[in-house]
Nanobody
């Protein structure tokens, strides 16, 4: 199986920055595109960002374009989400996921999921 463990969530003020990390099981990591989704209470899950298995292509949901950056360090089997200029509406549980299609697009085959990490932005 592929296991994903998120970390780095917390409470921050609007305008601040936060970096999330996702540690992925070693032997299948390079096969998958990786990405981040989020879900706020009472709302649907939405795509945040994705990255291809080589890191050559990235994708972002419209609300975070220009503020968030996804990256991966394949030597460390880790995916990151750098979140800058955080807004109140960014408050959600953030989930790391693995895309079997390998591209990390929002419409990919997201087969594996982490347990999530809470991000809360206050004014």
């Amino acid at each position: 199986q592929v296991q994903l463990v998120e970390s780095g969530g917390g409470l921050v003020q609007a305008g601040d920055s936060l970096r999330l990390s996702c540690a992925v099981s070693r032997y299948t990591y390079s096969t998958y595109g990786m990405g981040w989704f989020r879900q706020a209470p009472g709302k649907e899950r939405e795509f945040v960002a994705g990255i291809s298995r080589t890191g050559s292509t990235t994708s972002y949901g419209d609300p975070v374009k220009g503020r968030f950056t996804i990256s991966r360090d394949n030597a460390k089997n880790t995916v990151y989400l750098q979140m800058n200029s955080l807004k109140l509406e960014d408050t959600a549980v953030y989930y790391c996921a693995a895309d079997q299609n390998g591209l990390g697009y929002g419409h990919g085959r997201w087969r594996y999921w982490g347990q999530g990490t809470q991000v809360t932005v206050s004014s």
